[in-house]
């Protein structure tokens, strides 16, 4: 039965790996009635890790939709993997939900990657709660890692559940919200909550109490701007507080009627789009794309206002035209059941719909474009060749399936290098994605480490010439370049100027010069990378009234330039990057020293709880393969993001070697 936007719950599942996720939302479903029994990852029952490829390894590498009845609400849950190398999937799926459900352990730590998912979705507006779990561990430490929380993610984490024992005595969590509850510890909690209210704070000072109806009024003001972000604790393996933990996201997390993201086209960006069932257009978006073996292709879609009729052709913002959705689809884990309508704030899936692609926007009758579900950008990147000519023939199209599915697995051709080049978040991650070729497309593929794309450049001024003269017993050609390259200021690019005088070179030859030193640019003289900020001028030159022509003068230009080139000091120059790397404190020793052996200069350093992070400069080629060692170095801790910085000129020594490869295999082609 189709549900009004305030009865329905889109919550995002997400946390560290092994945090125990989607054992906690096998255990909602079982509780909530939609399943007779509770599924297991171990035993490869679970309903949200349902691809073999998950059982093998037992843990989450895709988001799953899953969903159950409770209070009379609809709990629609994205379960999103945990472990750093697909954090990919849990981004996106932050794009789709109104609250995040952040899952730690009870260790006493919060680790890096769960400071990145919070720190997403508190970018987004998203409201938060963060979840203790395993409180039956021996090892169990859940004041210390409210703590850390509270350190490492903001002091607006707050208590709100109080377990009974710890470790082996862990029984059962007590909500602070009951003015039965322990005293101190109800105490605390209001005066936070009153703090996020000025008129509350003032009445609070003077009577010094707050009726339990003012408390959950806060609270669920509190929860729903971000400015409370409430810890929860339980045991899912145990079993204990789970049935509260799903009360109180069912009765506190906001509702779908809360709209949020797009603009109509012409408004401000960020214009919100409401959510009403009975008088809103209809808009939705794709947040996620799956090739099904059975079903074909899917795209799950958030409506965010109006309905999704599946006798109803909807615009397509991207492309402009419209679009049929003819087999919309309840999604449960692996099992879909044909429904005929998606409601305002729901989660669901249209099959079979081709041009759908992640982050489309479908419209009724007012054009609306939304934000593009954002990813982070990969880190990692594979050259890639097929194994055969069969493999050859289906490569492409395979690929284009992949990162389809994946918005962090990207495809291109690079145009400096001309190598196929495929990224991913970590060297693990695209591991994956290989196996999947080979698996699910019958696809074998040869990688190797990508050539970075360096450029050439000059430091120096120097003149060149060149007479090209051929004679084949008909009309010749002739043209005779003299010129001089002087190096441009850094960024500055080419620039090309005639200063010949008296008609040496015609003017109607002097664009075929220009485009013989340009042929030189894009190819590269020195090591065969483009060639960057350089001048070049024309200043003599000769030509033949019968022979010249443009062909004789592109020539004479092109190997004008490259001898001026090699006697001007050239260098190559590398992309250098700005990294930043969160890694636990008592790493940071061997972190630095690693990068002092990979030509990295730290810039800056911080300290947030018991991370660490560092920022520096680094060539782009001392990090290729970087995910793995860091994983090495920090014991999977450590995660890493990097933007180019600048480019700057290679040491003479490596230089060298380049130089040497490059005239090896040019000997190698001709030969």
Known sequence: MPHSPDKIRNLAVVGAGAAGKTSLVDLFLFKAGATTRAGKVDDGSSLSDYTQEEKDVRHSLNTTLLSCEHQG????????????????????????????????DASGNINAATRRLYQSAQAGGLPRFLLINKLDSDQAKPDETLQAAQEMLGSECISVFQPDGVGASFTAVNSLLDPSADEAARGALIESLVETDEEAMEKYLEEGEADASTVTSLYRNGVASGQVVP?????????????????HLVEFSPPAAIGRRGARKGAEDGDEIGVDVGHGETVAQVFKTVTDPYVGKLSFLRVWSGEVKGDTPLHLARTGKTEKLANLLRVQGKDTEGIPSISAGDLAAVAKVENLETSDTLYGASEVHLKPVESPAPMAALAMDPATRADEQKLANAL???????????????????????SGITNLHLDTMIKRLKERFGVGVVTRTPRVALKETINATAEGHHRHKKQTGGAGQFGEVYLKVSANARGEGFEFSDDTVGGSIPKNFMPAVEKGVRESLEEGVFAGYPVVDVKVSIYDGKHHPVDSNETSFRTAGKRAFKDAFLKAKPSLLEPIVEIEIEVPV?????????????????????????????????????????????????????????????????????AKDIRALYEKQREEASA
């Open 400 to 422: 284009r399936k992949l990162a389809a599915e994946d918005l962090t697995f990207r495809v291109l051709r690079d145009p400096t290098t001309k190598e196929l080049v495929v």
């Open 231 to 247: 810890v929860l604790c339980c045991s899912v393996e145990k079993d204990a507080g789970v049935q509260e933990v799903l009360d």
């Open 73 to 104: 609400c609809k709990l629609n849950l994205l379960d999103t993997p945990g472990y750093p190398d697909f954090v990919g999937e849990a981004q996106v799926a932050l794009a789709a939900v109104d609250a995040v459900l952040i899952v730690v």
């Open 586 to 654: 008592t790493s940071m020793g061997d972190i630095t020293g690693d990068l002092n052996t990979r030509r990295g200069r730290i810039n800056g350093m911080d300290t947030i709880g018991a991370l660490q992070i560092i920022r520096a400069n680094i060539p782009l080629r001392e990090i290729q393969g970087y995910s793995t060692d860091l994983r090495s170095m920090t014991a999977g801790e450590g995660s890493y993001t990097y933007t180019l910085a600048d480019y700057d000129i290679v040491p003479a020594g490596v």
